[in-house]
């Protein structure tokens, strides 16, 4: 089992930037993909990025490509959001989660693939 401990959030004014954590215990991250998503007040949890086991493909949601970038640390069993030109609708509690290894492709999108998650960290972004 892992555990997954989300920390970064905060408030923000529209156009500025938070660098989100995911701190990945119980088993290197390096044996998951991991990924974020986000649930805003009244809406459906949204796939937000996703990163591959090897780093090495990485996954977006459209409205969130070139302002957000998923990276790993593996000295820091650690996974980052970077978030830049952060918008009102950027506001949501953000969610770190982790999948199998085996996880690819488009099952990355999907939140039944992953079947560990943080407890959320808030983001809020003042227009």
């Known amino acids: 089992q892992v555990q997954l401990v989300e920390s970064g959030g905060g408030l923000v004014q529209a156009g500025g930037s938070l660098r989100l954590s995911c701190d990945v215990s119980?088993?290197?991250?390096?044996?998951?993909?991991m990924a974020w998503f986000r649930q805003a007040p009244g809406k459906e949890r949204e796939f937000v990025a996703a990163?591959?086991?090897?780093?090495?493909?990485?996954y977006y949601l459209d409205s969130v490509k070139g302002r957000f970038a998923i990276s790993g640390d593996n000295a820091k069993n650690t996974v980052y959001l970077q978030m830049n030109s952060l918008k009102f609708e950027d506001k949501a509690v953000y969610y770190c989660?982790?999948?199998?290894?085996?996880?690819?492709?488009?099952?990355?999108?999907?939140?039944?693939?992953?079947?560990?998650w943080g407890q959320g960290t808030q983001v809020t972004v003042s227009s």
């Open positions: 989660a982790a999948a199998p290894a085996t996880s690819y492709g488009s099952n990355l999108y999907n939140a039944t693939t992953y079947d560990n």
């Open positions: 119980g088993r290197t991250f390096s044996s998951y993909a």
């Open positions: 990163i591959s086991w090897s780093g090495h493909n990485t």
